[in-house]
């Protein structure tokens, strides 16, 4: 590949990016008409005017999802096999507590993987241009497409793990709060409620929205049993079980709930412990392969030095 080929790849991919972005922004020069012009008024009480001003919002992305869907359906399964299903994206994005929908994650993930494919795409060119071989600015654009794409999954799941983590700590607190409010005389759902509105902790703000749906309308032992399926945490699903035995059949509860707080600081401690015994193996890496060559050479090099000047 020549260097005039390669820049003209590069550059008109550039302008033709450009002008796609400049077109979809030009307004349609016309007079508009009266059911456009009064429909903005009056969409706090017509439907039919939150439709019409829905449609005027042009999205040129949605031209490009149209005329794609066809090759889109062969690839979804693909797609759900390599990237993760629907509904494992939904958990780890409600365990995340993330706010934004699984096509709005897949759409994040495009566009990094456009992204960094484009860029992995202008190396290879800069490369072939320098002597590489012609296959580099597409082994490159892939490479850095998946790469993309994986690092968004990774960065949600990274984000889940440490949420999780921290509704753990946070766990056998609540807890003895829960019990506590239990013991003085208080109902399950006033407990809760004061727990949520205790503090800013994690789980605590996930029991004020148990409480919220419960107020809302729902059930106090379906949002229990709504927030152990999405939340998918084992100390969780266990106090949801026993909150949701005490409503539908009359058990005790306070002193099940302190016996599960006594369990999951027992947990917590073996967790730290099994951390420990893991960061004792990496806590050993920068002693041999750093200090220990630091302490050798100064101990070498005054002798090794002394002979060359001796002799």
Known sequence: MSAEVGWSLILGTTLGFGVWMLVSLVPLFRRPLLLHRVAPYVLDVSSGARDLMARRRINPLGIVGVVASPVGDRLTPVVHAVLGAPDGIRRRLRQAAAVESVGAFRGRQLRWAVLCGAAGTALGVVGAMQGGPVALPAALGALAAAIGAFAVDWLVQRQAKRRLARISSELPSILEFVSLSLAAGEGLQDALRRVGAAGQSALGRELAGVVADAAAGSSLSSALAALSEELDHPGVS?????????????????????????????????????????????????????????????????GIHVLQVGF
């Open 238 to 302: 266990r106090c949801v079980d026993q909150m949701r035995g005490a409503l539908e059949r009359g058990t005790p509860l306070a002193q099940t709930l302190q016996a599960q707080a006594l369990d999951a600081r027992e947990a917590a401690k073996r967790a730290l412990l099994e951390a420990a015994g893991r960061k004792e193996i990496s806590m050993l890496v920068p002693l041999v392969f750093g200090l220990l060559p630091t302490t050798v050479a100064f101990a070498l090099w005054p």
